[in-house]
């Protein structure tokens, strides 16, 4: 089952602060981050495993609560090439597989 | 390095034509994934190759899809007939290793995006 995404867009100004989450029904080993720009291949951003880990990339960073099976993105002061839809990749333990959600379109404009 | 080569970017088809897709991964990356991506969602997994052996195949619909990794390289996917609802981007994925949940990054190509008139 994949996951939930909210919000489902959002509009910033450069310099603005947003966050995005990704919520599970089910117990989450991995959560794994990647951004799309229209018409173009999804990039990965980083990976958080169990254990309630942080982590940061640029201004954009995430944390992972194992126990309440969700993550956050954080995109600190925005630019405009921040820019594209964002989705979680949830992964449970004894399945390789990733179970992506919906996508947050993240629009920045100057 | 190249990254993950997908070919054609865009086909526009009649419904019950034939179809096909080209995928060649990163150089060195054994695992390699196709993925379904309908407007507006994430990707989903249709099929996963370990070297040339299909590992998981069990999201693809058998009916109509088939795939192919001879020499565990390059792969291609195949629809006959296609249908309205195959409208869709495909893309492909590649990644060093198997341990998507540990270590896992996937490299996507760019996608094949079918329409089926």
């Known amino acids: 089952q994949q996951p939930v995404q909210s919000p489902q867009a959002v509009i910033l100004r450069e310099g603005e602060d947003a966050v995005i989450n990704c919520s599970s029904s089910k117990a989450l080993y991995s959560v794994h981050w990647y951004r799309q720009k229209h018409g173009e291949a999804p990039v990965f951003l980083m990976i958080?495993?169990?254990?309630?880990e942080q982590k940061g990339h640029e201004k954009i960073s995430a944390s992972f609560n194992e126990k309440k099976q969700q993550s956050s993105l954080y995109l600190t002061a925005s630019q405009l090439s921040y820019s594209g839809t964002y989705f979680c990749?949830?992964?449970?333990?004894?399945?390789?597989?990733?179970?992506f959600g919906a996508g947050t379109t993240v629009t920045v404009r100057a | 390095e190249a990254g993950v080569v997908q070919s054609p970017r865009y086909k526009i088809i009649e419904k019950k034509q034939p179809v096909a897709f080209w995928c060649n991964p990163i150089s060195g990356h054994n695992t390699l994934y196709w993925y379904l991506q309908n407007l507006g969602q994430g990707p989903e997994l249709l099929i996963r190759?370990?070297?040339?052996?299909?590992?998981?195949d069990s999201q693809l619909p058998k009916d109509r899809f088939s795939a192919e990794r001879l020499k565990g390289v390059d792969s291609t996917l195949k629809i006959q007939p296609a249908e309205l609802g195959d409208s869709a981007v495909y893309l492909c994925a590649s990644s060093l290793g198997s341990d998507l949940l540990n270590t896992g990054e996937l490299f996507f190509g760019e996608g094949s995006r079918l329409t089926v008139l």
């Open positions: 190759y370990e070297n040339e052996e299909a590992v998981d």
């Open positions: 958080l495993l169990k254990g309630g």
């Open positions: 990749g949830t992964g449970v333990s004894n399945d390789y597989k990733l179970s």
